[in-house]
Each structure stands twice: as structure tokens, then as C-alpha cells.
């Protein structure tokens, strides 16, 4: 009876914490997880959550410590030290998950130039639509055809430091037009007959650096036109404003889904970025993270893993 008891407590804390998680899929938590770690924070729960759900199925097959000697002392330290091992064991499965995403990401993009229809890996000058024109960044209003926000808050809700309370991005539609001189980098260099693909930054998921940042008193009115396109009401004692920009002509990579006519589409297998910065810099960062993730995934599940089969008796 205490072995099904403590099955059952496993599986409460299980959903709890799943439960507890939820609250991460909204919208501005979603896009600057995103923008921070590179990976979609959707597949990064599933993976931690069926990590979770094999480490209970495995605990249930096995003779975890139900009952260690010692009395309540000695349970806190066992069951801690088996709470540890799946976390280690499900931070290692997250990583290798993130891995694998960034690391097609950046497969995509080494492959060079495609051109549309189908999935299209675009690189060149951004350039606006010849019904649009730039408009200012909504916090510090420089001329831009893309840009990426942030709004930090300070000691907020009682929380210590800075946290993230918004964050979004925007843009006019662009015209990806690739660069065809002589000078250029052979990772951006393109055909001569290659279609210029087009994109609405609305749709896309936008990966610019926050290059430039503002701290004030919370009291104190929110710069540029950043109120009427948010609430900036986030709490605490100090707020800081974070925003990057891509300029007119500024180079930039696009990944996504196009139509015959090179306009990236929302509703394509692949989801739109846009990203700052020639291919070949893009491709860098995206591998460089992709690395980290999968040798920090593998090191965790190396040492973790044997670790809790051996602590629930499998091993």
C-alpha cells in the first residue's frame, strides 16, 4: 500500500508542476522564451513533460526507496536526491530536444538560397515594399522596417531582480533582395535570376539583438508609442525598455514557407523567422547553439540518468 501511495504522490507533483508550467505558454512568455534559448517553447515542454512521464513509468517498474531508514530526515534527503535525478534526467532530454530544433534550424540555412515555391531560405538587404514605407520603432523611434521589445520590471510582485512582463514585435512587409555584387559573401551571394521573397514581420517569428536599452521609475510615462501599442502597467519600482531594430537596407535571413509569388506564408510547415544578419552569421550563432544544447543534453542524460535507475533499483 505505501509503494501505490507514493506512486500516487509521484503523479500529483507530476501534473502540479505540469500545471504550474502552464502559465509559460502565453503569448509574450512564449516569444521571449523564443528569443532568448532559440527554441520554440512548445516542443521544449513536451519533451520535458514525457521526460517526466518515462521517469514515473520507470519508477513504477521499479523499487524506488519508499521507506528508507532513518525517519523523516533521511526520507527528505533520498526522495530529494531522486527529485534531482529527474530533474537532471529531464533537463538532459530538453536539451537534446532543443539541440535537434536548433540544429535543423541552422541545417536550413547553411543549404543556401531557395527559391519559392516550397520551403525558402532567404538572404539579402531588407528592403520595403513599394506600398510601404519605414516607420519609427514604437520605444525609441528609430527608423526601422522590423524591431523586437522587451519591458522589464523591477522587484516586481514581490520577485527579486529584473523579470520579462512584455514582450512583441512588428514590422512593415519587406522585400528579401539578394545580394548579387561581386563583394559579396559567398553565403549570401544568389543567382542572378533568383526571386526576391517577400515577408510580413507580423507573421513571423523576429530574432533581433535588443540593442539598445532605457531604466526608469515605473511612474514615470513609457517612451515612444509603446503605450498605445501595450499595457506597460507591469509592476515594480523600476521598468526597463529594451528594443532592436532592423534599419532599411540592414541584411537579414529569412526562413519559412513561400508561395509562387515568394510571399512567406502563415499557415506553412515550416514556422516564418526572420533574423538579422547575412547567412553565414546566422548560420554561426544557430550552430554554436545547437552544439551547446546537444553536448549540455547528452552530459545530463550521461550522468543523470544511470544515476536515477540505479536509485529506483533498475540498475
Request: hydrophobic content about 40%; charged content about 25%; some cysteine.
Amino acid at each position: 500500500m505505501s509503494e501505490v501511495r507514493a506512486l500516487v504522490t509521484i503523479l500529483v507533483v507530476f501534473h502540479v508542476v505540469v500545471f504550474a508550467v502552464a502559465p509559460l505558454y502565453s503569448e509574450h512568455r512564449r516569444r521571449n522564451a523564443r528569443r532568448r534559448f532559440r527554441v520554440p517553447l512548445r516542443p521544449a515542454v513536451t519533451a520535458w513533460t514525457m521526460a517526466l512521464v518515462g521517469c514515473v513509468l520507470l519508477a513504477a517498474v521499479g523499487d524506488p526507496p519508499y521507506d528508507p531508514p532513518g525517519g523523516r530526515g533521511e526520507f527528505r534527503a533520498v526522495w530529494g536526491w531522486g527529485l534531482l535525478l529527474v530533474a537532471g534526467t529531464t533537463v538532459g532530454a530538453v536539451g537534446i530536444v532543443g539541440g535537434i530544433h536548433v540544429g535543423r534550424r541552422a541545417l536550413r540555412v547553411r543549404t543556401g538560397w531557395t527559391d519559392p515555391p516550397g520551403e525558402t531560405v532567404a538572404t539579402g538587404r531588407a528592403v520595403p515594399l513599394a506600398e510601404t514605407e519605414p516607420e519609427p520603432s514604437p520605444v525609441f523611434e528609430r527608423t526601422a522596417v522590423c524591431w523586437a521589445w522587451t519591458i522589464e520590471g523591477y522587484e516586481r510582485y514581490g520577485s527579486a531582480g529584473w523579470t520579462t512582463a512584455r514582450s512583441g514585435s512588428g514590422g512593415v512587409p519587406i522585400r528579401i533582395e539578394p545580394a548579387t555584387d561581386d563583394a559579396a559573401d559567398d553565403d549570401t551571394a544568389t543567382s542572378d535570376d533568383a526571386r526576391a521573397v517577400t515577408i510580413d514581420p507580423d507573421i513571423a517569428h523576429v530574432d533581433v539583438p535588443l540593442s539598445e536599452s532605457r531604466t526608469q521609475p515605473s511612474d514615470a510615462p513609457a517612451p515612444g508609442r509603446l503605450a498605445s501599442a501595450a499595457d506597460t502597467d507591469v509592476g515594480g519600482s523600476k521598468h526597463r525598455f529594451n528594443e532592436g531594430v532592423i534599419a532599411p537596407g540592414d541584411a537579414v535571413t529569412v526562413v519559412g514557407d513561400a508561395d509562387a509569388d515568394g510571399r512567406i506564408r502563415d499557415d506553412g510547415a515550416l514556422e516564418p523567422q526572420l533574423t538579422s544578419g547575412d547567412r553565414s552569421a546566422v548560420r554561426r550563432r544557430l550552430e554554436r547553439c545547437a552544439v551547446g544544447y546537444l553536448l549540455g543534453g547528452v552530459a545530463c542524460l550521461l550522468v543523470f540518468l544511470p544515476a536515477y535507475l540505479s536509485w529506483i533499483g533498475l540498475r
